[in-house]
């Protein structure tokens, strides 16, 4: 079955980056659009951007333009998001999910909560 | 880039219907046949519950439903059921992006 197992928790200092990773299985990686989407403590989702797998090719939100990277790995059918300039309100969970239509994220990683904090 | 609009919270009995609406531009709800919405218990991840605004993935309950008129976007629920309670999020894409809405706590009275 399809699966994505996200990277542990991490703790941060503000100004830090922070990489989390999602390895892939039960799929062909390169098939599928990964998104990355947030949530911090008691608010709702965030949509962050996605990557495909097969071009790299990506798109950002305009919110994290300049700190946010999408990456992947198609030997290892792993997807990567690298926030930098860590602030406090990047504490979250960050979750990856498999997009197989526009908008439409059919599985998701289980979350990989970051705390930024001094 | 803004959070497309939702009430903060909608309550039913059991066996009612409720909706709730996801407002947003004809730059992203308006211009596109492209909105889903999850479903998110707590401690857990989104779950899709309708996407391109009115299809239901196999396996999801036909008491939901989605429609759209104009920028605005609706989820109802019918047939209001216990473990619906959770948080509903529309989701609209926006030409070089996508977009969540701002969140609707449903609670089953």
């Known amino acids: 079955q399809v699966q994505l197992v996200q990277s542990g928790a991490e703790v941060k200092k503000p100004g830090a980056s922070v990489r989390v990773s999602c390895k892939t299985s039960g799929y062909t990686f390169t098939v599928h659009h990964i998104h990355w989407v947030r949530q911090a403590p008691g608010q709702g989702l965030e949509w962050m951007g996605w990557i495909d797998p097969k071009t790299t090719d990506s798109s950002y939100s305009p919110n994290f333009r300049g700190r946010l990277t999408l990456t992947t790995d198609t030997s290892m059918s792993t997807a990567y998001m690298q926030l930098s300039r860590l602030r406090s309100d990047d504490t979250a969970v960050y979750y990856c999910?498999?997009?197989?239509?526009?908008?439409?994220?059919?599985?998701w990683g289980q979350g990989a909560l970051v705390t930024v904090s001094s | 880039q803004s959070a497309l609009t939702q009430p903060r919270s909608v309550s039913g009995s059991l066996g009612q219907s409720v909706t709730i609406s996801c407002t947003g531009t004809s730059s992203d709800v308006g211009g596109y046949n492209y909105v889903s919405w999850y479903q998110e218990h707590p401690g857990k991840a989104p779950k899709v519950i309708i996407y391109d605004v009115t299809k239901r993935p196999s396996g999801v309950p036909d008491r939901f439903s989605g429609s759209k008129s104009g920028n605005t976007a609706s989820l109802t629920i019918s047939g209001l059921q216990a473990e619906d309670e959770a948080d509903y999020y529309c989701?609209?894409?926006?030409?070089?992006?996508?977009?969540f809405g701002t969140g609707t706590e449903v609670t089953v009275l």
């Open positions: 989701c609209s894409y926006a030409g070089t992006y996508d977009v």
């Open positions: 999910a498999r997009a197989i239509g526009m908008v439409l994220l059919d599985n």
